[in-house]
């Protein structure tokens, strides 16, 4: 459930690779926003960004995917396209966060068109 209490049959793929704090904030906005799973895809960080996720967010809704090495932002995009099966799938950056509302307008947006 999100704070608009319902979640969405979305869900968000975030490529990261050394975003340190940022790529919790990013995973903590997609989670309160309603994303249905959060697929992290790292490309062999070597900074505390995968440590400190690890140690402020334990949600089943989060997969981390480790590549091991930098594969690439497109390669690793397909990686967690891969790993998910939802209707529909936001690719969103390490360095970005949903606002309020943001993910049921995208949604709603999609789904009237």
């Known amino acids: 459930m999100t704070r608009q209490g319902f979640s969405h049959n979305c869900d968000v793929v975030i ?3 050394n975003a340190g704090k940022l790529l ?4 903590q906005s ?9 697929f992290v895809v790292d490309n062999g960080s070597h ?3 995968l440590t400190h ?7 089943a809704r989060v997969t981390l995917i480790l590549n091991g ?3 690439g932002f497109a390669a690793a995009c397909n990686i967690g ?3 998910s099966n939802a209707n529909t799938l936001l690719f969103l950056n390490p360095d970005s966060v949903l ?8 949604m709603d947006v999609l789904e009237s068109d």
């Open 30 to 38: 997609v989670l309160a926003e309603g994303a249905r799973h959060v």
């Open 47 to 49: 900074d505390d960004s």
């Open 81 to 83: 396209a891969r790993a």
């Open 99 to 106: 606002t309020e509302g943001s993910l049921r307008r995208m």
């Open 69 to 71: 090495q930098n594969l």
């Open 15 to 17: 490529v990261n690779y």
């Open 24 to 27: 919790t904030e990013s995973v």
């Open 53 to 59: 996720l690890a140690a402020s967010v334990s949600d």
